[in-house]
């Protein structure tokens, strides 16, 4: 029975891959021009700190750079790439009717398409990427324990399953509304400002950094970064790994709650 389910979900990643592989070459150019807001970041940052005494919020000017560097390359391998809006087209043209039909748990499904899609898509942007961490290779911190490699693997893992069952949990969505689009934009225009994309969430003081780290939206990236950074450690790693993890979980409820919630809508109306 167990072999059956591998190979039945090793089929399902193999699917993902080859959906992704065809788009190879659009992934290649937006890796490339995800590139820009990067040097322009640099610029602005490089600008920010010639008119200080050196240091913001514990962060000189190499760690600046390094910390973008490390959110690009997070951000290549974890963040889901049109994922719910695949799963919302699903149900709203009704090809989920014959995924009802097969043997398969649906979550199960996408995160084995999720999975393949990265993998490959993290491959396709590989070049790019290095080619970068070449250019600015003067900025380069990696850490001083090799400790630090692992729990930034286990804060990484987390933090694409946080932000693939949000995905998910947005396409959902698409059994009660014709178009998801407007929810999806407020939501990532919150996650893009409060995930570390911009600046690292360090910079933010007092009672409001104290919330903020209550949200999901770091632990979609600024924790891991932080994490192989050093700058979270000891007490606060594994606060910061409990919070994550606790994410993980409700972020799972709520997309299998919804799940439960539509289907029974779906087959009401549908099939």
Aim: proline fraction near 4%; include cysteine.
């Amino acid at each position: 029975m167990i072999p059956e389910i591998l190979g039945k979900y090793r089929a399902i990643f193999s699917i993902g891959l080859q959906n992704t592989f065809v788009y190879r070459w659009n992934f290649l150019l937006r890796s490339l021009f995800a590139l820009i807001p990067l040097f322009g970041t640099v610029f602005v940052w490089r600008a920010i700190f010639d008119g200080t005494s050196g240091s913001i919020a514990g962060y000189d000017f190499s760690e600046m750079v390094f910390y973008f560097l490390i959110v690009l390359l997070v951000d290549n391998l974890i963040t889901p790439t049109e994922d719910e809006w695949q799963i919302a087209a699903e149900i709203r043209e009704g090809q989920l009717s014959s995924f009802l039909l097969k043997p398969f748990d649906f979550l199960a499904y996408r995160s084995c398409i999720f999975v393949g899609s990265r993998l490959l898509y993290t491959a396709v942007t590989l070049l790019p990427v290095i080619g970068v961490f070449w250019w600015y290779g003067q900025y380069l911190q990696w850490p001083a324990h090799a400790s630090t490699w692992i729990w930034f693997i286990v804060s990484l893992v987390m933090a694409g399953a946080i932000q693939f069952l949000i995905a998910y949990s947005l396409a959902m969505l698409a059994f009660w509304i014709l178009e998801i689009s407007t929810v999806v934009f407020i939501l990532y225009s919150f996650e893009y400002f409060l995930s570390g994309k911009l600046f690292p969430l360090d910079t933010v003081p007092g009672v409001a950094g104290t919330v903020l780290r209550l949200l999901p939206f770091p632990y979609e990236l600024y924790f891991p970064v932080a994490v192989l950074m050093e700058k979270i450690q000891g007490p606060q790693l594994w606060s910061g790994l409990t919070i994550q993890s606790i994410w993980v979980l409700l972020c799972f409820l709520l997309a299998r709650g919804l799940w439960s919630a539509g289907i029974r809508r779906y087959e009401a109306v549908g099939i």
